[in-house]
């Protein structure tokens, strides 16, 4: 019986942000799917922990996670710790890159630390991905450009030779990709949470939902902005920011510069409480749903940059769960998806008046409105975890990967991991400025 443990780099219960939502998900699939498997998903939260059918649900903290892995075959996480290498010989290491975490780290970087402080920690977390990418037997991410940078990292770091592409030429084996999928729940309104009952927010308005926090990526100006114009024409269009605070990253992505700038600029058009609401806090995975489904329009505005280029955004997977049709901007393969597959309108980067143009033309072009929900409907079945985690199913199931042998990477490993500690090291003792 092979047994497999799911390390979640987030909270998995009530409120969850994209790392638990993906792990939570993942055990769930893997149990169905690989029946004769044990799968373990070990949580960082004490409380709140979810009940998963065919699904053992543990907590790790500190010296623990030592045993967890002792006891299991595959571990599946986005971050492998140095002592994990006690153990690379036996185990199977699947690293789950979902995000392009370094130009994010940079992004993060932008506004929250300067100088030599951001030059320091930018290269501990590049040592911490060399690392990583060193451990792993298998690679997945979540989509064709990441696979792409995944593969140019995994070259310069000399884990592609000739024996590994001699094995497979594709290396499907060795890196594959595992999108975000879409919640498999029925489309099913459980109770009213906007319309009539949202302070300011009435039966017959037109919700827009912005699906998730603010963070150093995302440009909600233009599309508060494009509000105001609109709520000098009519007084029906009301836009809800969903989240704000993440429940399991709130050391970097709480209530930073991109929201507080959001969030003052709403007061000053004088759109706050008035046509623009904010959920402060995170609102409950489950309870998502009944916003989603009470909405009439998604949005999602940011930067044209390389953070977008190689961005998944998974936000907008429940935007196509619940059919509604999505204004987002250019630049990044779901934007590339919407606009090829007619599931909304994709705007240029601060184009205001074509944020204000497409919201008239959802709202007002019914026949476009139905064709955009048609073809959400079309595309779901592509969309599902369970579709979405094939590639990951096969890995875990045949453990047949072409990646460099183990023993041709013990002494890049061990290389890797003192540069990430010297790296850390400089990091702690540099202070900020």
Request: with cysteine.
């Amino acid at each position: 019986m092979t047994r497999i443990l799911i390390l979640a780099r987030g909270v998995v219960g009530k409120y969850m942000s994209s790392p638990g939502i993906r792990a939570y998900y993942m055990a769930q699939v893997l149990a169905k799917e690989l029946p004769n498997a044990q799968v373990t998903l070990a949580v960082t939260n004490k409380e709140d922990q979810p009940k998963l059918q065919g699904v053992k649900v543990v907590r790790y903290s500190g010296i623990s996670v030592f045993k967890l892995i002792a006891q299991n075959d595959i571990i599946i996480s986005s971050a492998f710790m140095p002592h994990f290498a006690f153990f690379f010989r036996e185990k199977q290491f699947v690293a789950d890159m979902f995000s392009q975490y370094f130009i994010e780290w940079m992004e993060l970087t932008r506004s929250e630390s300067r100088g030599i402080k951001q030059v320091v920690w930018m290269n501990m977390n590049r040592t911490y991905l060399n690392m990583q990418l060193t451990m792993a037997d298998y690679v997945i991410c979540a989509n064709e450009r990441q696979r792409d940078t995944y593969i140019g990292s995994l070259s310069a770091l000399g884990l592609i030779d000739p024996d590994a592409y001699e094995a497979d030429d594709t290396l499907r084996r060795y890196i594959d990709v595992v999108p975000h999928g879409i919640r498999p729940d029925e489309i099913k309104h459980k109770k009213k949470v906007l319309k009539g009952v949202y302070a300011g927010i009435n039966e017959g308005d037109k919700v827009m939902l912005w699906n998730g926090g603010t963070v150093a990526w995302y440009d909600p100006e233009p599309f508060l902005r494009a509000l105001h114009i609109l709520s000098k024409e009519r007084d029906d269009i009301k836009a809800v920011f969903l989240g704000t605070f993440y429940p399991d990253l709130s050391a970097f992505l709480g209530y930073g510069s991109r929201f507080q700038t959001a969030f003052q600029l709403a007061k000053d058009l004088g759109l706050y409480q008035k046509s623009v609401f904010f959920e402060f806090g995170w609102v409950p995975h489950a309870e998502v749903t009944d916003y989603l489904i009470e909405s009439d329009l998604g949005i999602c505005t940011y930067f044209d940059n390389l953070e977008t280029r190689y961005s998944h955004r998974t936000r907008f997977v429940d935007i196509f769960w619940a059919e509604k049709p999505l204004i987002c901007t250019r630049g990044d393969v779901l934007a590339e998806m919407v606009e090829e597959r007619g599931l909304g309108i994709v705007v240029e980067e601060g184009d205001t008046e074509g944020i204000a143009d497409a919201i008239r033309r959802l709202l007002d072009d019914k026949e476009f409105y139905t064709q955009c929900q048609e073809n959400l409907r079309a595309i779901k079945p592509e969309l599902t975890w369970n579709v979405a985690l094939q590639p990951l199913v096969r890995f875990c199931r045949d453990q047949d990967s072409s990646a460099v042998a183990k023993s041709g990477r013990i002494l890049p490993l061990m290389r890797r991991i003192l540069e990430y500690l010297i790296a850390r090291t400089r990091d702690r003792l540099t202070p900020i400025r």
